[in-house]
């Protein structure tokens, strides 16, 4: 900024002293003493690269040589920590980190209303970085720099690997193109058939039940007439299937047109697909929004193969 560069006019020119460092596995730790600002105004790390700010007029320049073995971090495990203090949170410097070999920004801090910015480099490079200590807003004020090398002699984790297999995806199934349903849920039997149930809205007063049998490449309607398998068209609202070990399969919905937001009676199917009164096995619960089935007692220790709604 000009106005940066501005408050600096007739000021002797000054950086870091000393201006660069060299830290290493036998020497990890360095520091240096930033120059002094009178005034300093710099709000953008870019206004003030070292071939442009040569004489440190906009921000302070020191140069951190990282001397590592090129293979250092495939037997180590560590980082660099680079930190800046000064003594009044009513100023602040601003820290960003720049490697040299590339000029790519590695790193930055730019907080307010603190003491003290850090960047923490994870197994850097070797080689030289800048380290660009910007003054942000600074009043008679200057700053300290330190770069200290931690690791252990470890190297890094490896990623996990698995066995080939697990889940596996395929192409969507329509359950159905003409029974368009809002919040479908889906239930797996013991058996591994796939049960789906759906309501269509209040206004029309359904709801309905399919099931799969082969894997989930096709769907089939359970519901008799293909309607809701509650005889009384009351229903619409958010449904719910279960299934138990006996092959009785239970729904139940959300009545719509007689009270909204109640929930209806449970209906049973069974074998053959016939719609029963609500038997004592089961009981529903009325949430407001949603009705939901619970099975009791617990089930029994003989298991039958699978539930047999049968398709119309």
Same mark, same amino acid.
């Given at each position: 900024?000009?106005?940066?560069? &501005? ?8 950086? &870091? ?20 600002? &009178?005034?300093? !105004? ?11 700010? /040569? ?64 960047? &923490? ?9 800048? !380290? ?6 600074? !009043? ?11 690791? /252990? ?147 029994? %220790? %003989? ?10």
């Amino acid at each position: 900024m000009l106005l940066g560069a &501005a408050s600096f006019l007739g000021l002797p020119a000054r950086a &870091a002293t000393p201006p660069g460092a060299t830290i290493a596995d036998t020497q990890p730790s360095t520091s240096w003493q930033g120059q002094f600002y &009178a005034f300093g !105004v710099s709000a953008d790390s870019a206004q003030c690269p070292p071939a442009i700010d /040569t004489m440190n007029l906009l921000c302070d320049h020191f140069y951190l040589n990282i001397n590592l073995s090129p293979t250092f971090w495939q037997t180590h495990t560590g980082s660099v920590t680079i930190t800046i203090q000064w003594a009044s949170s009513s100023n602040d410097f601003d820290l960003y980190i720049y490697r040299q070999s590339d000029g790519q920004q590695v790193g930055f801090s730019a907080s307010g209303g603190t003491t003290s910015e850090q960047v &923490a480099l994870q197994s850097p490079m070797p080689g030289v970085y800048e !380290v660009r200590t910007v003054p942000f807003l600074v !009043v008679a004020s200057d700053y300290t720099g330190s770069a200290i090398l931690t690791f /252990t002699t470890s190297g890094p984790t490896n990623n996990p690997s698995f066995p080939t297999g697990g889940i596996s995806f395929g192409a969507h199934t329509i359950v159905d193109p003409q029974r368009t349903e809002g919040e479908p849920l889906v239930h797996i039997d013991q058996a591994g058939n796939i049960w789906e149930t759906g309501p269509w809205g209040f206004s029309t007063a359904q709801g309905f039940v399919a099931r799969s049998t082969d894997n989930g490449d096709s769907f089939h309607i359970v519901s008799p007439a293909g309607l809701r398998p509650n005889a009384a068209p009351s229903g619409g609202g958010d449904t719910d299937i279960i299934t138990d070990d006996k092959g009785n399969a239970y729904f139940a919905d959300l009545e719509g047109l007689q009270t909204s937001g109640s929930r209806s009676p449970t209906t049973k199917a069974t074998t053959g697909g016939r719609i029963s009164s609500p038997p004592p096995l089961e009981s529903t619960i009325g949430s407001g929004s949603r009705s939901t089935t619970a099975q009791h007692p617990p089930p029994t %220790t %003989t298991r039958s193969s699978s539930p047999t709604a049968k398709f119309p």
